[in-house]
């Protein structure tokens, strides 16, 4: 009896571990017409603000974790499942999911938004009328400081301006004619009587008398304004009668200027941008370097003038690199790559490109992972060694993700990725491929990103967040829908600044997620 008793108990045994092995490895039994043992998949999801609930098939199968985010569906037979993640007050998420056997289908980066937003004035470009007295203004100036803390005017005296602003009792517009994103984080607005710089998350304000008494010749772009650190700095020609080409130096927090002029120099500045303690400068097609030092509040430039290219249609610079497009004297345009050695310049690469019609205009580059991508006639191009490749056409801009895996190329009405890193989590990706992510009838005026999974996207309609995950639908979340001239998300204080026709707008805390960890 005990023998018989033993061989059940082993036999029991054995039946029941094959099946927990069996449940281990994903297999399930599903009973249809007869018993039937099949592999079955899982879905997991992560997402912020958490909790949420998850919803499977229209039927609700629990919330995620307070704490992490989480929620994991088991036991799922292979097939095509519509995931939902949604929120009280908040725009839904959903995807159609694809169940494999044996495999976890992983959504780890789900963050949802929220229905409505309702910005904040953060400044206001409104004027009031100069028509109060003068023992009026102190009072008035007092309370206006108090409102706008933010704002810092620099006033019109050479090297300390006093202040002489004037109250009116009627607010007016004061007509923005142009706003130009000079960095990711920098920004200038050009109104009717004022200069505005947003500099990461201040404003402050020049009256515009002050460049023009200056600069004869000044016209507010990207190729006369560059801002370092908390300097703003301009080109143009002097007022003085030798009329030479000449800096105008703002040091923004201090309140004070001053006009450097090249005055053994007399052909006039195309466009200069700012490297590690160098201004480069295109003039007439050749390109010089003057140094500079940062000595207090002030900025001394010497007057020593570095012809460092010949012949160059667009450059730009990063940190000690330079990189510019210039013309052969057979006619062909090379790309040239090299670093600054004190005053000198050092070529490191030239790789001819075999492009037709380069044009002399904005030129970008970026530097990661071994590659250099750079943005040229309104193209993306990748150098990988000495190989250069077309990455896509009739491009508006493009920016490296925060996890420097992928850039983002929006193009007049499309969002692309283009991977220059191998993923290898969910959704994997190889390296130089590109998804078409995202498009819209309506014209695509700018992209920024998130975070490494969201982008922000500015249409002709309204800003959107745009998720980087091509699997099925991408999800398009609603943040405004009205008119907005710009954008900038500020990571370091998760705020958004949108620029409108009447002032800097905020939303704070768009990200949600870091209000929990």
């Known amino acids: 009896m005990s023998k018989k008793i033993t061989h059940i108990f082993v036999i029991t045994f054995f039946i029941t571990a094959f ?82 056997p044996q495999k976890v289908a992983e959504f780890k980066f789900i963050d949802l938004f929220k229905n409505n937003y309702t910005p ?27 409102q ?13 301006l006093q202040e002489q602003e004037q109250f009116q009792s009627q607010p007016k517009n004061n007509n923005i004619k142009k706003i130009i994103q000079l960095a990711e984080d920098k920004f200038l607005i050009e109104a009717e009587d004022e200069i505005y710089i947003f500099n990461k998350n201040k404003i402050f304000s020049i009256d515009i008398k002050i460049i023009k008494n200056n600069l004869s010749d000044f016209e507010a772009s990207e190729e006369t304004a560059q801002i370092f650190k908390d300097f703003l ?8 009668k030798q009329k030479a080409p000449s800096f105008l130096f703002f040091n923004l927090p201090e309140k004070q200027f001053e006009i450097i002029n090249l005055e053994n120099y007399n052909a006039k500045i195309d466009t200069f941008k700012i490297g590690n303690k160098k201004i480069i400068f295109l003039s007439e097609k050749k390109l010089y370097l003057v140094e500079f030092q940062e000595k207090g509040s002030k900025i001394i430039i010497s007057r020593k003038i570095n012809q460092i290219g010949d012949n160059v249609l667009s450059f730009d610079v990063i940190g000690d690199e330079l ?15 090299g670093w600054f050695d004190n005053e000198k310049f050092k070529i490191s690469k030239k790789v001819p490109l075999y492009f037709h019609n380069i044009e002399e205009n904005k030129f970008k580059v970026l530097k990661e992972n ?25 491009i508006i801009d493009f920016s490296l993700s925060p996890d420097k895996q992928k850039i983002a190329i929006p193009s007049s009405n499309e969002l692309i990725l283009f991977f220059i890193k191998k993923r290898e989590n969910q959704p994997q990706k190889e390296k130089f491929e590109k998804v078409y992510l995202w498009n819209t009838p309506n014209k695509l005026l700018k992209s920024q990103w998130l975070d490494g999974n969201n982008l922000l996207i500015l249409t002709e309609k309204g800003l959107y967040v745009i998720e980087a995950d091509d699997r099925d639908y991408v999800n398009s979340f609603r943040i405004l829908e009205s008119e907005i001239n710009n954008f900038f998300y500020n990571f370091e204080d998760n705020m958004l600044y949108i620029f409108k026709d009447d002032g800097v707008y905020s939303i704070e805390n768009l990200r949600e997620d870091n209000l929990i960890f």
């Open 120 to 146: 904040s004035l953060f400044f206001s470009f409104l004027k009031e009328d100069k028509n109060k007295t003068t023992s009026n203004q102190s009072s008035n100036q007092e309370n206006a400081i108090h």
């Open 370 to 394: 071994g590659l250099i991508i750079f943005k040229l006639n309104n193209k993306a191009f990748v150098l990988e060694d000495f190989k250069v490749f077309l990455a896509h056409n009739n």
């Open 233 to 240: 700095m301009l080109s143009g020609t002097s007022n003085t």
């Open 148 to 160: 706008q803390p933010q704002k810092e005017t620099l006033q019109t005296q050479q090297n300390q």
């Open 19 to 100: 099946f927990v092995l069996m449940y281990s490895f994903g297999y399930r039994i599903y009973i249809v017409k007869e018993p039937k043992i099949i592999p079955t998949g899982s879905i997991f999801v992560k997402q912020f603000p958490a909790p949420a609930s998850v919803i499977l098939n229209n039927e609700q199968k629990g919330t995620t974790s307070q704490f992490t985010g989480e929620f994991l569906i088991q036991s799922l037979p292979e097939g095509v499942y519509h995931l939902q993640v949604t929120k009280d007050g908040y725009q839904v998420w959903e995807k159609k999911v694809k169940v494999q």
């Open 323 to 337: 990189f510019f497009i210039e013309k052969s004297p057979i006619g062909n345009k090379v790309f040239v790559q």
